[in-house]
């Protein structure tokens, strides 16, 4: 028999295998061979692995719903095996998430081990998450409540909600699994306000690619009244540029002065936008007042935050 004889007749042979159903070595069951198509279109929506993905596929018949509620479930364990496995090591990096309602706004800090993770779609989809699921637990909690409220979360963050109906400690674990690299969900505040007072907001080193949930290193949120009418926005823009800019930790009063560079209050402070005035001239200039203010900065520690 020749070589090339014996290599037609194999080559044959696995062709014939490729089309047949696949037996399981454990059960001894006839497993029908993931579809191709499928297999591909299972990866590209869930992002499991390919042999995963194979394996779910082959396990549930080519059922493309039992197979990703499979691998749901199997990467749901492993998240939180990892979760806990990972929960030691220091998570400084992330994002901050802002989210701007009607009258209201939320501002989230979640954070991961790398940079290079908080580059990554799916820890932005959880950064997201968070401040919707954030907002929605606000709007709930102050429904009859009128006025100014703002509503500083904490401990309460892992317990929420979320629109599929898991939870937000899940989600996390969940993540935790498919990054590969600690995460926690450290802060948030939202903040509501009447119909004639305005929320101003920025967000400095900006995620590209992301319009609904503003994402960046630092973010601000401002309250204030008045201004031009029409040019609040913009107005409440240049406040929140100066506040993560000039990282402001308390109020002041209108007529303070200033005590230079070292100067922490808000309103004595020199304005960002025009050095020329303080932040109490430029507010007068624009007929507007600022009522509160919150700053975050990605990884800032508990000392700083409390400056």
Request: glycine share 10%.
């Amino acid at each position: 028999m020749s070589f090339t004889f014996l290599f037609r007749t194999i080559t044959k042979d696995l062709a014939k295998v490729n089309t047949c159903h696949v037996q399981s070595l454990h059960t001894g069951l006839q497993l029908l061979a993931a579809d191709k198509s499928l297999l591909m279109k299972l990866r590209k929506n869930t992002g499991y692995t390919f042999i995963n993905c194979k394996k779910a596929l082959e396990k549930f018949d080519n059922d493309m719903a039992q197979a990703e509620t499979w691998l749901n479930e199997q990467a749901q364990k492993e998240g939180w095996n990892k979760a806990n496995k990972l929960e030691g090591r220091k998570a400084k990096e992330g994002l901050i998430g802002l989210f701007m309602g009607d009258k209201a706004a939320v501002m989230v800090e979640v954070n991961c081990e790398t940079d290079f993770v908080a580059r990554n779609e799916k820890f932005q989809q959880l950064v997201k998450e968070v401040a919707l699921a954030t907002l929605a637990h606000h709007r709930n909690k102050t429904q009859s409540q009128g006025g100014y409220v703002k509503f500083l979360v904490g401990d309460e963050l892992n317990k929420l909600s979320l629109e599929a109906g898991a939870s937000l400690s899940d989600r996390v674990a969940l993540t935790i699994g498919r990054l590969g690299e600690n995460l926690s969900v450290r802060r948030a505040v939202t903040v509501g306000v009447p119909a004639e007072w305005n929320i101003g907001s920025y967000v400095h080193g900006g995620v590209s690619g992301q319009t609904e949930v503003a994402m960046g290193r630092y973010g601000a949120l401002v309250v204030f009244q008045g201004g031009e009418e029409g040019a609040q926005e913009v107005l409440g823009r240049k406040l929140g540029q100066h506040i993560v800019g000039e990282s402001p930790v308390s109020l002041g009063n209108m007529d303070d002065l200033p005590c230079g560079e070292s100067e922490t209050r808000l309103l004595p402070q020199t304005f960002l936008g025009d050095p020329s005035l303080t932040v109490a001239q430029f507010l007068k200039g624009q007929q507007a007042r600022v009522l509160d203010f919150v700053r975050f900065q990605c990884g800032e520690t508990a000392s700083e935050e409390a400056k």
